[in-house]
């Protein structure tokens, strides 16, 4: 019995062809929809005679889609990303299924990614509304019928938070302005001697934090107006037509599924649990490793620049 579900080649490469309920999604082979990862595991484990006898098809959908999560975060491969260019308030939304990022680049004239890196020493704190004494401000505006003050129970934000309005508004180094000879490690410049750089910040990309609570990302000012892209992982259950498992990780689900049901059950000893545990664990190896789609050519040719003496 064949596994192409009666796809030709002429409705394949004509665009024609659906996968789940997407549309000409080519590649779509290396795929296993999560229907039938739960179809397939009604079939091979449940029933008389078999490890589980009995369970309902809403608990193995409810496992299934705890197994794609949790595959997600370090197994399976993160395909998402978005891009756009910085506005004027130099921040971007994340988006709607982020979970956490893989990294942000800026995107150079030549259509190469220049990683950005974060500034870990500043965010954007809940700033409090005073007065001009200091006493906090509760005023949080006016009643339009009589125009006195509204005054409000709780603390009043001030927007934009003074750390946050400095971040961005600092002024980018021309770097074109010094004359530094890079050359000896003993020239003192403005930007300190070589030895003395923090990596992390001895770079002109630019620089960003994640404000998690306002689900922002803010970018420095000098990438105002520059195209950025934003790596991300998703759980992987997002849309309906991304709850799918490549077939190297198809197993490493099955028994995701296993454990969680059998580890819930009651009357299951615990050797069995305990199998299932060591189980699940071996798959998960397993398809990490196959995902992470080393080949012997590649990684020679990286060793051999790793290799290589600089004079």
Do not use: W
């Amino acid at each position: 019995m064949g596994l192409l579900d009666g796809t030709t080649q002429n409705t394949y490469y004509s665009g024609s062809s659906t996968f789940g309920n997407l549309q000409s999604n080519f590649g779509n082979y290396q795929f296993v929809t999560l229907d039938n990862i739960i179809s397939a595991f009604m079939v091979a484990y449940v029933g008389e005679g078999k490890i589980i006898s009995k369970v309902n098809r809403t608990d193995v959908q409810f496992y299934a889609m705890r197994a794609i999560q949790e595959l997600s975060y370090d197994v399976l491969k993160s395909f998402k990303s978005q891009e756009i260019e910085v506005p004027n308030t130099l921040s971007m939304i994340l988006p709607q299924d982020y979970v956490n990022y893989i990294k942000i680049a800026r995107i150079g004239s030549d259509g190469l990614e220049y990683n950005l890196y974060p500034a870990r020493k500043t965010s954007d704190p809940f700033a409090i509304k005073q007065t001009a004494t200091g006493v906090y401000d509760f005023v949080s505006g006016q009643d339009e019928t009589d125009g006195s003050d509204i005054t409000s129970d709780t603390l009043i934000e001030q927007t934009p938070s003074n750390t946050s309005e400095n971040f961005e508004s600092q002024t980018p180094v021309n770097y074109q302005m010094y004359d530094v000879n890079y050359s000896s490690d003993i020239e003192i410049s403005t930007e300190g001697r070589r030895y003395g750089l923090d990596p992390e910040h001895s770079q002109i990309n630019g620089s960003y934090f994640i404000d998690n609570a306002r689900g922002l990302v803010k970018f420095g000012s000098a990438l105002a107006g520059v195209t950025v892209v934003l790596h991300y992982v998703s759980d992987g259950l997002g849309t309906d037509n991304e709850t799918v498992v490549h077939k190297f990780c198809e197993e490493a689900c099955y028994k995701h599924i296993a454990y969680g049901i059998l580890s819930t059950k009651s009357n299951i000893p615990e050797y069995i649990v305990q199998r299932y545990k060591k189980e699940r664990f071996a798959e998960t190896r397993k398809a990490k490793i196959r995902l992470s789609n080393i080949k012997i050519e590649e990684f020679t040719q990286v060793l051999k620049g790793m290799g290589k003496q600089i004079k």
